[in-house]
């Protein structure tokens, strides 16, 4: 700890330290930069895979400097309460009747709210502390808000006039925030506390410093360039921004909002954008005005005008606090002098150009020349910004929706026709979190985003012998690039890769224009795309910048508010709602013995059990822990699982593995034997830190062909393909997962009875695929068969412990597929299988990197 030289000041001596690589016991890595850890650089290393990469960092070299210790929001009012001798429920009179305010407040309206509280059963046996709106609303009041909502009106004169000559006047209303108090609330939030950066640092993969990091807006270079320019004893809070305009009802209503949301790169961008966390706060509505006070040959220009005259208010606050600074007291309750830059504005294509003030035809970001956006190329009053490169690309609307499908997709269902590509959608093999287009997609008419990166997962496969290898190596590298730009977590390794799949994708274009399909790639979404290594390289990965994020926060922020509200005067009641629902969902914690919570946020099902393997000797990609039901749904013999699972060399792979487990052991398994089998297991995947720093779970489903039930439909079989380590006892975990792994059939997941032997975790009888020989460099993927024997599969069976993962194949077409492949067939049938390196992007990273 930094030495005190009182009760209240602290003073922080900063020292760089030369990066070691010396722990034998390395700490879990942490998104957070403390005090603490300013003094020095922290080396902290993650378990021995070749993708969860040791991280070496260098803090930024800052003077010492003295801070004082201060009080947050929170604990004041914590300590009034205390004084006042109030519970923790306060100002509620329990937690049933908080749990009954917050299911009023954020799902019923203002006008069902009171009638609720007049019914007889409500008075008689809830026995609430209010008794009506009003009531309510004064308890609502007591709880701690944010900063105070403004409406102030603008009167637009237009330049159509009245029928006394008049010109015609429209009064509009701009509600917002002060954004420099929101962003005391966000740095100050003792939620935040383990989850906040202060100073910028530069991370490495190595201790040469040659394979550079990039995740947290901290690690990525303009926070380092801006805090080069700050004053001895001054902190910068990057401002990112984000709006965007939504409609707030779906039947028929035309009705809008356009909210505008803050939040801070000091912040872990996984805290950040999860709703429930609430890193992101409201800050405005701007007016969605029509202004029929102006002609329509002005009109748009002057609803551009009104935006900028609307944010510019908004933003105002900020102008003042870049320049000077303010000293608000932090989530560590410290006080810092904090400086409030804007650093990042996220926004759609359209509002992308409002911001920049161009055309919507040219790129927000350079002055590119419109002929030459197809080519491979080489707020003027807030201070410390440039406007142009704050904006950051839009993963969703540029590449999901955009450049793949608006664009690569439809020039694709021209070269090979929409029947043929149906087709091979149609016989796609399916697989647990993986959709079946099992119309194909000619037919879908509502796309999301959720479908577009779908399609991304099979898309190469699909088009894998139906076209030539130019446009298939377009494909590929377009592909390619959209799941490089997902990466949570860059390094100069990977931003190569994705600056070499943008030059495959330029160099091959031009056979689009021979097929006559394209005159010119003059896109300004395809332009776009060239400023993605410069953001990352900027402002940290793309993950903690995409329009996805605000889109969500929509349902909290405008939807659910204006559900809440009368419908009349809407506004005001939505900025009164958000006022006090952080408060009112921060609620205190439980019992530290109730039952845990997944990262989705549902405590897990009852019916299944969570079981830890610890083992020493255990590969860290292996199952830290698997889930499977407590009871198993079957039990069966062994002629059942030869027909019903197609487990027909059960018993002899069942010998082998009893051999291999207990040589002296001479019980022999017969067909008269019964086993407890399972529907499907769920395995943890070790963290991956190209994506993220938590642990993901991979399930593996093995279920035989379910008749017509009643009103249940007939379900065919369904059995997964997994990446197996055949022998744990030769595996490596620092070398490459993909040398390693064979690709396996899961047929049947069960339990050794007892009789035979003690098996601590459950086995799997297994198919085997060929092993990983074969890359083919153009689909970038491996090629791979049926691995038999004089025509019969091998077979084994294995301990989960050596199943890594799920993976999907994909059958390895000719120039038209085969009409009598179908999804339940296509395994069994296609000679040759490709295995699908986009799959995830897990899988993808393993494959590529």
């Given at each position: ?7 209240n000041d602290w003073t922080m001596d900063v020292d760089l330290v030369a990066m ?306 303010v000293e608000m007291t932090c989530a560590d309750s410290l006080i810092w002098k ?512």
């Open positions: 700890m930094p030495a005190s030289t009182s009760d070691t690589h010396d722990t034998p016991m390395p700490e879990p890595w942490r998104c957070n930069m403390t005090v603490e850890d300013v003094l020095g650089n922290k080396h902290t290393e993650f378990p021995n895979d070749s993708h969860n990469f040791e991280r070496f960092v260098k803090s930024f070299p800052i003077e010492p400097c003295r801070l004082k210790k201060g009080t947050t929001q929170f604990e004041q009012w914590q300590a009034d309460n205390l004084r006042e001798g109030q519970d923790e429920w306060y100002p509620f009179a329990s937690e049933a009747e908080w749990e009954t305010v917050h299911w009023l407040v954020t799902n019923v309206g203002q006008s069902a709210v009171e009638e609720y509280l007049k019914l007889d059963i409500t008075k008689s046996r809830s026995k609430l502390s209010f008794s009506s709106r009003y009531k309510l609303n004064k308890k609502l009041n007591k709880l701690p808000t944010g900063s105070d909502w403004e409406c102030e009106p603008i009167t637009v004169k237009g330049d159509r006039v009245d029928r006394h000559g008049k010109p015609l006047t429209e009064e509009i209303e701009l509600w917002h925030r002060n954004p420099v108090k929101c962003i005391h609330e966000l740095i100050g939030n003792p939620a935040f506390k383990d989850h906040l950066a202060y100073l910028p640092e530069h991370v490495f993969g190595n201790i040469e410093e040659t394979n550079r990091l990039y995740d947290e807006m901290w690690t990525a270079e303009w926070w380092w360039k801006i805090q080069e320019s700050m004053p001895r004893g001054a902190f910068v809070a990057p401002v990112i921004l984000a709006s965007d305009k939504t409609q707030l009802s779906n039947f028929g209503s035309d009705k809008s909002a356009w909210p505008v949301y803050l939040t801070i790169g000091n912040l872990s961008k996984e805290i950040r954008w999860r709703p429930s966390c609430h890193g992101t706060v409201l800050i405005g509505y701007l007016p969605v005005a029509k202004l029929q006070c102006f002609s329509k040959s002005v009109r748009s220009l002057e609803i551009y005008w009104l935006f900028h005259k609307c944010m510019s208010k908004l933003v105002n606050p900020l102008v003042a606090a870049g320049k000077q600074g904090i400086f409030p830059i804007l650093a990042v504005y996220i926004a759609d294509y359209p509002e992308q150009c409002l911001v920049a003030c161009c055309k919507e035809n040219q790129c927000p970001r350079c002055v590119v020349p419109p002929e030459e956006r197809g080519e491979l190329l080489e707020t003027r009053h807030l201070p410390h910004t440039n406007i142009f490169t704050s904006i950051t690309p839009d993963i969703l609307h540029q590449l999901h929706k955009g450049v793949f499908k608006d664009h690569l997709v439809k020039w694709c269902t021209t070269v090979i026709g929409a029947d043929e590509l149906d087709a091979r959608f149609n016989a796609m093999p399916d697989a647990h979190g993986l959709r079946h287009f099992k119309k194909g997609i000619s037919g879908v008419s509502q796309w999301t985003g959720k479908e577009h990166k779908e399609m991304q997962k099979v898309f190469v496969g699909v088009m894998a012998g139906a076209v030539n290898n130019k446009v298939l190596t377009v494909v590929r590298a377009l592909v390619d690039f959209i799941y490089y730009a997902q990466f949570q977590s860059h390094t100069t390794t990977s931003l190569n890769s994705l600056r070499v799949s943008l030059e495959l994708f330029h160099k091959h274009k031009d056979i689009f224009v021979d097929l006559e399909i394209r005159e010119h790639f003059n896109i300004p979404k395809l332009h776009a795309i060239q400023h993605y290594i410069d953001s990352i390289k900027e402002l940290g990965s793309l993950n903690g910048y995409n329009t996805e994020s605000p889109e969500r926060l929509h349902i909290d922020f405008a939807k659910e508010a204006y559900r809440a509200s009368n419908r009349h005067n809407f506004l005001v009641q939505m900025a009164w709602v958000h006022n006090c629902l952080p408060s009112l969902l921060a609620k205190p914690p439980k019992d530290p013995d109730s039952k845990p919570v997944t990262k989705q946020g549902t405590t897990e099902d009852e019916d299944e059990q969570t079981l830890t393997q610890p083992s020493p000797s255990t590969p860290s990609l292996t199952p830290a822990f698997y889930r499977i039901a407590k009871v198993a749904p079957f039990r069966r013999m062994v002629a059942e699982l030869e027909t019903l699972h197609g487990a027909i060399d059960f018993v002899p792979a069942l010998s082998t593995f009893l051999k291999q487990l207990n040589p002296k052991s001479r019980i022999e398994p017969s067909c008269y034997d019964r086993f407890n089998v399972y529907k499907k297991l769920a395995i943890s995947i070790a963290p991956n830190r190209f994506l993220s720093s938590e642990s993901r779970t991979s399930q593996l489903w093995a279920t035989c062909a379910q008749p017509h039930e009643g009103c249940k439909k007939p379900m065919p079989a369904h059995f997964d393909t997994a990446l197996v380590i055949e022998d744990l006892g030769v595996y490596k975990a620092k070398e490459c997962l993909m040398e390693q792994v064979r690709v396996a059939q899961i047929r049947v997941i069960f339990l050794l009875p007892p009789q035979f032997s003690s098996h601590p975790t459950p086995l799997a009888y297994v198919e085997w695929f060929t092993l990983l020989r074969h890359f083919d460099t153009t689909t970038g993927m491996y090629i791979i068969q049926q691995s038999t024997h004089a025509h019969h599969h091998n077979t084994s069976i294995v301990s989960i412990e050596q199943l890594v993962r799920s993976c999907h194949l994909m059958a390895k077409c000719n120039t038209k597929i085969d009409p009598d492949w179908m999804s339940d067939n296509v395994l069994d049938n296609a000679p040759f299988l490709y295995l699908n390196s986009h799959f995830d992007i897990g899988l993808f990273s393993h494959i590529k990197m």
